[in-house]
């Protein structure tokens, strides 16, 4: 594993446990060269997804992408970074169990939606927002009445 600081080569592990849903094991590691500390995650993959874009192209799975979005709409709000990551987790296992190899970018984004949702209400906001290409205020105010919130 290299150092994402110094990207020297020789890394070591000092400690290495499983996540709280068993999907993945995280090891905290440290860079012989500089001393920077480290974590990383090994999972289970299962199949390559291929994601189907309004515009008709076509795309391959981004766990970081993924990822990314969800920690976009959740910036600044406290959230335990290992939550997130069983979400994450979660919607991607749901994608690669479905037995589907392209899934529309709309599954994905309501899979995100229904995680957000029980995460945490303001990035469920925030994500519908970009999600639902909200305009101006009155799309939010409309939003966040039909749901209840």
């Known amino acids: 594993m290299r150092c994402p600081?110094?990207?020297?080569?020789?890394?070591?592990?000092?400690?290495?446990?499983?996540?709280?849903?068993?999907?993945?094991?995280?090891?905290?590691?440290?860079?012989?060269?500089?001393?920077?500390?480290?974590?990383?995650?090994?999972?289970?993959?299962?199949?390559?997804?291929?994601?189907?874009?309004?515009?008709?192209?076509?795309v391959p799975f981004d766990r970081d992408k993924l990822g990314q979005s969800i920690a976009t709409a959740l910036h600044k709000r406290s959230i335990d970074p290992e939550r997130t990551e069983r979400v994450i987790s979660s919607i991607v296992r749901q994608l690669e169990t479905s037995g589907e190899t392209e899934v529309p970018t709309t599954v994905i984004g309501e899979m995100v939606m229904d995680a957000l949702l029980q995460l945490d209400p303001v990035a469920y906001v925030r994500f519908a927002s970009v999600y639902k290409e909200f305009n101006d205020v009155k799309d939010f105010v409309a939003f966040i009445k039909n749901n209840s919130l």
């Open 5 to 58: 600081f110094c990207n020297h080569s020789d890394t070591g592990v000092k400690d290495s446990r499983t996540t709280e849903d068993n999907a993945s094991i995280r090891r905290r590691r440290f860079c012989m060269e500089c001393g920077s500390r480290f974590t990383t995650f090994e999972r289970v993959h299962l199949r390559d997804l291929v994601v189907m874009k309004k515009s008709g192209l076509r």
